[in-house]
């Protein structure tokens, strides 16, 4: 072999990007390892390789293509991205012969980072979205070299992903508030860097400040409850925020229902201890004034009207945000009411 042709295949192989681990499921795969390649010839190229500079029977030094070979291999291992199944055919081969060298330079370094190449697409799959993995699909559906496999993670990947990105946020503006909608709609006009951003940690900001104007608007029509926990929200973290609206929100609006509807049975029964005490002064007036019983008896049907009257306002205020405001207006009219009744009977039977 020349020895020009022999430096020329050991730095493709040494300078090949190197990925994530082998796996023997993807050997049965592996395409026949090619022959050394000449500078210009890639990684599963059948196109046969430039005529040589000097004539074929050129000698080569065994120790000095030995010495290049176990610096290639050396320079393999330094590699970021060697994988440890690479390693541990690396150390191999320089535990070895000359000829171990040699065949792992040429044979086994293309193999492995193909199948090394395949894992790592293979293991784009969990985190994808449709666009990605029907591509991922379509990869190993095909038949493929090393060029292809390296294609595949350093462009077509990406370009996918961002196709993914797009729809995702499409699905996310689509029923986002104010804020979230104007951040995805500039994350859609960007660069696939913007909208990878935007998912990543763009969305959920834009979507907190949705949170704290909802809440704030929640407060402004909300009870005395409503009132404080949205402002602990407001106080607290994002995750406080979304609970708050989630589920807090109605906790406690049903605690200021339930405040209210005491208010209203509470004023109802004060309403009942009056009447009660105006029913005895009227039938003590009756004792005194016989003959005004159909007075009596029309002044008190207007007592109960007034009071009906009274509970009805309270009730049409408790599905309200400020019914606990309506139910203590509704409570004062019908106390009112009451006096001006009771003052109207007492006239009516002195003058009798």
């Not at 020349?2 to 430096?7: A, E, G, M, P, Q």
């Not at 430039?50 to 080569?60: E, G, L």
């Not at 000359?98 to 395949?118: G, N, T, W, Y």
């Not at 009906?308 to 306002?313: P, V």
Request: with cysteine; glycine share 8%; net charge neutral.
């Amino acid at each position: 072999m020349k020895s020009s042709r022999i430096r020329a295949a050991v730095t493709a192989a040494a300078l090949a990007p190197a990925v994530l681990f082998a796996s023997p499921a993807f050997a049965a795969e592996t395409p026949a390892a090619p022959p050394a390649t000449a500078p210009d010839q890639a990684v599963g190229d059948r196109t046969p390789a430039k005529p040589a500079d000097k004539p074929a029977d050129t000698p080569v030094d065994p120790a000095k293509q030995a010495e290049e070979d176990r610096a290639a291999i050396q320079k393999i291992l330094a590699e970021p991205k060697c994988t440890e199944y690479m390693r541990q055919a690396a150390n191999k081969a320089l535990n070895g012969t000359a000829a171990d060298m040699r065949r792992f330079l040429e044979v086994e370094v293309p193999v492995i980072r193909l199948d090394d190449a395949r894992i790592e697409i293979a293991r784009l799959y969990d985190n994808a979205g449709p666009k990605l993995r029907q591509g991922i699909d379509d990869f190993f559906h095909s038949k493929h070299t090393l060029a292809d496999a390296t294609r595949f993670l350093e462009v077509t990947q990406h370009q996918l992903r961002d196709e993914d990105n797009r729809v995702l946020i499409a699905q996310i503006i689509d029923k986002a508030g104010p804020i979230l909608k104007e951040k995805g709609r500039a994350a859609l006009k960007g660069t696939p860097e913007d909208r990878a951003k935007f998912l990543e940690t763009g969305q959920h900001e834009a979507r907190d400040q949705d949170n704290r104007v909802l809440i704030a608007q929640l407060m402004s029509t909300g009870g005395p409850v409503v009132k404080e926990k949205g402002l602990a929200a407001l106080n607290g973290t994002p995750e406080d925020r979304v609970k708050f609206l989630q589920v807090g929100q109605h906790e406690a609006r049903a605690l200021d229902k339930k405040a209210e509807e005491e208010a209203a049975k509470n004023a109802q029964g004060n309403k009942g201890t009056t009447g009660t005490g105006q029913t005895g002064s009227t039938n003590a007036q009756q004792t005194v004034a016989t003959g005004n019983g159909s007075s009596t008896s029309t002044s008190t049907g207007n007592v109960n009207t007034t009071a009906n009257g009274g509970r009805t306002l309270a009730a049409t205020g408790a599905g309200d945000e400020t019914a606990w405001a309506a139910a203590a207006s509704g409570t004062a009219l019908a106390a009112g009411a009451a006096l001006m009744i009771a003052a109207r009977r007492r006239r009516a039977n002195s003058e009798a």
